[in-house]
Nanobody, 115 residues
Framework: QVQLVESGGGFVQPGDSLKLSCVAS????????MHWLRQAPGKELELVAI????????STADSVKGRFTISRDIAKNTLFLQMNNLRPEDTATYYCSNDRRGDPRGPGTEVTVAS
């Protein structure tokens, strides 16, 4: 049974940084495509970043490119999202998933960016 638990969200000001974590279990984390997605209030789920846990090959959406970095710790079955220079439009609930559609995904962690 796939289990994903996100953490690390919070309330920050524009320009601040946050690092999100996602602990995964129930599948072979070391050989998976892992994803960070987000959903802002009233908007659809958006794919933010993706990484091959086996090779480390990663990519990010244009909306966060140069500001967000996805990474993983194989030994700890943990996925990360380093978010720098946060903007109000980054406000959303952030989810991790081993599926690009976000199914299944964890309960999410909320990020609010406001001055």
């Amino acid at each position: 049974q796939v289990q994903l638990v996100e953490s690390g969200g919070g309330f920050v000001q524009p320009g601040d940084s946050l690092k999100l974590s996602c602990v995964a279990s129930g599948f072979t984390f070391s050989n998976a495509w892992m994803h960070w997605l987000r959903q802002a209030p009233g908007k659809e789920l958006e794919l933010v970043a993706i990484i091959s846990t086996r090779t480390g090959s990663a990519s990010t959406a244009d909306s966060v490119k140069g500001r967000f970095t996805i990474s993983r710790d194989i030994a700890k079955n943990t996925l990360f999202l380093q978010m720098n220079n946060l903007r109000p439009e980054d406000t959303a609930t952030y989810y991790c998933s081993n599926d690009r559609r976000g199914d299944p995904r964890g309960p999410g962690t909320e990020v609010t960016v406001a001055s």
